[in-house]
């Protein structure tokens, strides 16, 4: 796969979809490769790092055989984006029974909070070779980042 690290997010959740686009907008260095958790590729790339089956919902992080999920994901990749969002590293300072709860806690609402999507994203050609399935052409270009 990808050598760059991978954020296999929700593909239909629209505050997972957000948040990509947040990522990619910060990640001036284009560091990060995108796919949804739902799609082949996705399904792939867990396996490669034979990750288990009962990922939490949400944002999942794979660089090589390192799987890092729910807060640990997040906190990872804002420390990569450079200063200011880095400074969510200090964040590791709280349990991270505490951290995940919070985490577990919006990934439980987001659905209801931000609604979700009928299909997965599809990049736009703009962005489309940050994501690992990027060569399959758009279906509807207005729905993605």
Same mark, same amino acid.
């Given at each position: 796969m990808a050598a760059n690290p991978i954020i296999l997010f929700d593909g239909v959740c629209n505050l997972c979809i957000a948040t990509v686009h947040w990522i990619i907008a910060?990640?001036?260095a284009a560091t990060f490769r995108f796919a949804p958790l739902q799609s082949a590729v996705g399904r792939q790339v867990l396996a490669a790092a034979h990750a288990h089956a009962n990922l939490p919902d949400g944002i999942v992080l794979i660089e090589g055989s390192r799987v890092l999920t729910r807060?640990?994901? !997040?906190?990872?990749? %804002?420390? @990569?984006?450079?200063?200011?969002?880095?400074?969510?590293?200090?964040?590791?300072?709280?349990?991270?029974?505490?951290?995940?709860?919070?985490? !577990?806690?919006?990934? %439980?609402? @987001?659905?209801r909070w931000f609604g979700k999507q009928s299909a997965c994203l599809v990049p736009t050609s703009k962005v489309r070779s940050r994501f690992l399935d990027g060569h399959e052409p758009p279906e509807d270009e207005s729905r993605a980042p």
């Amino acid at each position: 796969m990808a050598a760059n690290p991978i954020i296999l997010f929700d593909g239909v959740c629209n505050l997972c979809i957000a948040t990509v686009h947040w990522i990619i907008a910060r990640d001036r260095a284009a560091t990060f490769r995108f796919a949804p958790l739902q799609s082949a590729v996705g399904r792939q790339v867990l396996a490669a790092a034979h990750a288990h089956a009962n990922l939490p919902d949400g944002i999942v992080l794979i660089e090589g055989s390192r799987v890092l999920t729910r807060s640990d994901a !997040a906190i990872d990749i %804002a420390r @990569r984006l450079g200063f200011p969002w880095s400074l969510a590293a200090t964040a590791r300072l709280l349990p991270r029974s505490a951290r995940d709860g919070l985490y !577990a806690w919006v990934a %439980a609402h @987001r659905h209801r909070w931000f609604g979700k999507q009928s299909a997965c994203l599809v990049p736009t050609s703009k962005v489309r070779s940050r994501f690992l399935d990027g060569h399959e052409p758009p279906e509807d270009e207005s729905r993605a980042p």
